[in-house]
């Protein structure tokens, strides 16, 4: 059929327009009358699964309370104008979809207020002239209050195999139509433009067509008196306006309070939706506010493999202000850091999937099953989905396997780069049917990060350098060995997995003509991943020629007090890295304690085993409780007599020699090093040989103004992060 609307001669043309002027001209008793509506009752009920969002039970609802044109003939398809007072005049009738699509487009110009419509057997709009398309669910003529079926969309209008990404008609309503080829139309949905079934091959209806003269309230975006981004999603276009919200973040500097604006990317922005759908069907932009200035929201294009600011008390503090009392989630944050120190998957993103996926914490699947992720339940049903023996285990577990070794890693099937994304890229392509799930899991980052930052302003937000790839090139690692490549646009499927143009990543910092990044993957495609899991090591770079990327956001720059430090690499590398927490103050001149320097030590060599270790000084409620135990189990500190460990002293130059040189196994005997310096007699015999193998690898130095090493001065912030990087790099 598709074939016959390409190479329809002049021939039929003419039959099809002789065909129009014959029937319109017969048509005496119902030509130009006006269509009677009516509603249908579902023939079957479906019980609407409690757990679902309340958008989702609105959309539904909705769509179940649709008007259906009473028909005036026996034909299959009728063709009709379409008034802006939301009537409709009969025009034609046709047993051909193709004829009356073509019959339709004859009379386009013959009025200027009204648009020429094909009606099915059903009594639904399926094509218009101009028309915005709404994502519905139509069983044997009626909608459905279901959320089982889900439609997919593809690249060409071959629908060709694989599927790009899947659709649900529940969590959304309207799309632009940029191509209607009769039985397949071309839409865009939540940044993806593709191709879409309209009927299946059972005969049930995807999508219907609301003339554009008939829409009421499409979903938009607004700027709110606190100069957020807000996506105002429609569930009914055709009704009085019924949005859900959700709030992503800081509005750009473009945009106006109080104005509507269009936009089915979240990149370009119109105050007019004909132009946007006028330049859709051009494939450009032209006309958009933003034209030449693409919008990429932050939390939504930051890679997975990152981590946030805050801590696992933060976190418990935000789930006590955002959940209920008898919420999962409460007092989880130590397995959500737990999660993302181990396996590369950012804290606050996996709390955003976790605050959408189970209602903050108190859905029945996360009561009865311990899931909190919504893994294997299909549109939030029970059966089928994941059970898990603990909250714990849910978290450690999708982390490692759902995410680490699944979405975020480029050998995976599920792979479409680690950010959350949309339907065109991210985890939001294959992760939910729900167009805006990444959206909804973004807002709750926001939301932690506001809640969170407090008066000091918002940590997470642009804490890292994003770039995003615009050639197809190759990522390496520092030994020159290829991780994983990147595809050019639009050439990756479920067998192609790895990397494609449009996918981001973390800008570590520049070298020669290179960027180093933050790989989505630490071993090569060929080979198995560390421990044949999701385990990340966050040391390992990967790198990447500059002329294969673009920076799309400003890092933010707080941390005010080492702008000019001669030790600023150093910090940047230690917060870019993780291993130190950004804050709006570093104090780089500040001595560091004990407890802090062992919790930079253990992020920056990925130390994570907890032992069983106890001081009289270090209780279960201190923030330092678990690096502790996790740095004495490693055995690279002990405590200092007596059964004290003294987190709050700050540490001395030789135990910090002794830590890096144990961990780093550089151990020398020889002191040729020590034995220049004027005290070198004064460091302790237990730290020498420690001492003597920093200084011979270059990690740790002296001061050159007296000749000194001064084992027993107290140790500065911002020597302890260079001493760590050097320990890291060297």
């Known amino acids: 059929m598709r074939k016959s609307i390409k190479k329809l001669s002049a021939y039929s043309i003419a039959v099809g327009l002789l065909l129009c002027t014959s029937i319109i001209s017969n048509a005496q008793g119902i030509n130009n009358t006006k269509y009677e509506t009516y509603k249908k009752t579902q023939p079957k009920t479906v019980i609407i699964n409690e757990d679902l969002p309340e958008e989702v039970k609105s959309d539904i609802q909705n769509s179940m309370n649709l008007d259906y044109l009473k028909k005036k003939t026996d034909s299959k398809y009728e063709i009709a104008y379409a008034?802006?007072?939301?009537?409709?005049?009969?025009?034609?009738?046709?047993?051909?979809?193709?004829d009356a699509i073509e019959i339709c487009k004859q009379q386009q110009n013959n009025k200027s207020n009204d648009i020429p419509v094909v009606i099915n057997e059903d009594g639904l709009v399926v094509y218009a002239t101009e028309?915005?398309?709404?994502?519905?669910?139509?069983?044997?003529g009626s909608a459905t209050n279901s959320t089982e079926y889900t439609a997919y969309l593809y690249k060409n209008k071959n629908l060709t195999s694989p599927e790009h990404t899947y659709i649900n008609h529940a969590y959304i309503d309207d799309v632009p139509i940029i191509e209607d080829l009769g039985d397949i139309v071309k839409i865009e949905v939540s940044g993806y433009t593709g191709y879409i079934k309209k009927q299946e091959d059972d005969g049930?209806?995807?999508?219907?067509?609301?003339?554009?003269?008939q829409v009421n309230n499409l979903s938009h975006y607004t700027v709110n008196n606190n100069n957020e981004l807000v996506h105002a999603i429609s569930s009914d276009i055709t009704s009085a306006p019924k949005y859900s919200y959700q709030i992503l973040g800081p509005a750009p500097n473009f945009m106006k309070v109080n104005t509507r604006y269009y936009s089915y990317d979240g990149n370009y922005f119109y105050t007019d939706i004909n132009k946007l759908i006028s330049d859709a069907k051009l494939d450009n932009h032209n006309n958009a506010i933003n034209s030449n200035n693409p919008y990429y929201n932050y939390y939504q294009y930051l890679p997975g493999?990152?981590?946030?600011?805050?801590?696992?008390?933060?976190?418990?503090?935000?789930?006590?202000?955002?959940t209920p009392s008898d919420s999962l989630l409460r007092n989880t944050g130590r397995y959500f850091i737990k999660a993302q120190n181990e396996y590369g998957t950012n804290a606050a993103l996996l709390i955003g999937?976790?605050?959408?996926?189970?209602?903050?914490?108190?859905?029945?699947?996360?009561?009865?099953?311990f899931n909190v992720f919504g893994t294997n339940a299909k549109d939030g049903y029970v059966e089928g989905a994941d059970k898990f023996s603990s909250i714990e285990e849910c978290i450690i577990r999708v982390s490692n396997y759902s995410f680490s070794n699944g979405y975020f890693n480029p050998k995976s099937w599920k792979y479409n780069s680690s950010s959350l994304g949309n339907k065109s890229l991210g985890a939001n392509v294959r992760y939910a049917s729900d167009p805006f799930w990444s959206e909804k899991a973004i807002s709750r980052m926001y939301q932690l990060d506001k809640f969170l930052g407090g008066d000091t302003g918002l940590k997470d937000?642009?804490?890292?350098?994003?770039?995003?790839?615009?050639?197809?090139?190759?990522?390496?690692?520092?030994?020159?060995?290829?991780?994983?490549?990147?595809?050019?646009?639009?050439?990756?499927?479920?067998?192609?997995?790895?990397?494609?143009?449009?996918?981001?990543?973390?800008?570590?910092?520049?070298?020669?003509?290179?960027?180093?990044i933050r790989p989505d993957r630490i071993v090569s495609i060929t080979e198995t991943n560390i421990n044949g899991d999701g385990t990340y090591l966050w040391d390992i770079d990967g790198v990447v020629n500059k002329n294969n990327i673009k920076i799309i956001n400003e890092k933010s720059d707080p941390n005010t007090d080492f702008i000019n430090h001669w030790a600023k690499s150093y910090i940047i590398d230690g917060m870019n890295k993780g291993w130190v927490d950004t804050t709006n103050i570093f104090k780089p001149e500040n001595f560091i304690t004990r407890a802090e320097f062992i919790k930079i030590v253990n992020r920056a060599f990925n130390i994570t085993q907890i032992g069983e270790e106890s001081f009289s000084d270090v209780n279960p409620g201190d923030w330092f409780?678990?690096?502790?135990?996790?740095?004495?189990?490693?055995g690279y500190i002990n405590g200092r007599g007596n059964g004290i460990f003294a987190p709050y002293d700050?540490?001395?130059?030789?135990?910090?020699?002794?830590?890096?040189?144990?961990?780093?196994?550089?151990?020398?005997?020889?002191?040729?090093?020590?034995?220049?310096?004027?005290?070198?007699?004064?460091?302790?015999?237990?730290?020498?040989?420690?001492?003597?193998?920093?200084?011979?690898?270059?990690?740790?130095?002296?001061?050159?103004?007296?000749?000194?090493?001064?084992?027993?001065?107290?140790?500065?912030?911002?020597?302890?992060?260079?001493?760590?990087?050097?320990?890291?790099?060297?």
């Open 305 to 322: 493999r990152s981590k946030t600011s805050y801590t696992a008390d933060d976190i418990n503090r935000y789930f006590e202000q955002y």
């Open 83 to 98: 008034h802006c007072d939301g009537t409709y005049s009969y025009i034609s009738k046709s047993e051909n979809l193709n």
């Open 131 to 140: 028309g915005i398309g709404r994502i519905v669910k139509i069983i044997n």
């Open 461 to 516: 937000y642009n804490r890292y350098l994003l770039g995003m790839y615009i050639n197809e090139t190759s990522i390496k690692n520092t030994l020159n060995k290829e991780l994983y490549s990147i595809l050019p646009q639009n050439t990756r499927t479920k067998n192609t997995c790895k990397g494609q143009v449009g996918d981001t990543t973390i800008v570590l910092n520049e070298k020669d003509n290179n960027y180093n």
């Open 353 to 369: 999937i976790a605050m959408n996926e189970s209602d903050r914490g108190t859905s029945n699947l996360a009561k009865t099953k």
């Open 625 to 634: 409780y678990d690096e502790v135990r996790i740095a004495t189990n490693a």
């Open 650 to 730: 700050p540490i001395t130059r030789q135990e910090a020699a002794k830590i890096i040189g144990y961990i780093t196994n550089k151990i020398d005997y020889n002191f040729t090093y020590l034995s220049t310096f004027n005290d070198g007699n004064s460091v302790l015999d237990w730290a020498k040989p420690y001492v003597e193998g920093v200084l011979k690898a270059g990690y740790m130095n002296g001061y050159a103004e007296d000749n000194t090493f001064k084992p027993s001065d107290n140790i500065k912030r911002a020597e302890a992060v260079t001493i760590l990087s050097r320990a890291k790099m060297l």
């Open 204 to 213: 049930s209806l995807n999508i219907i067509t609301v003339p554009i003269n």
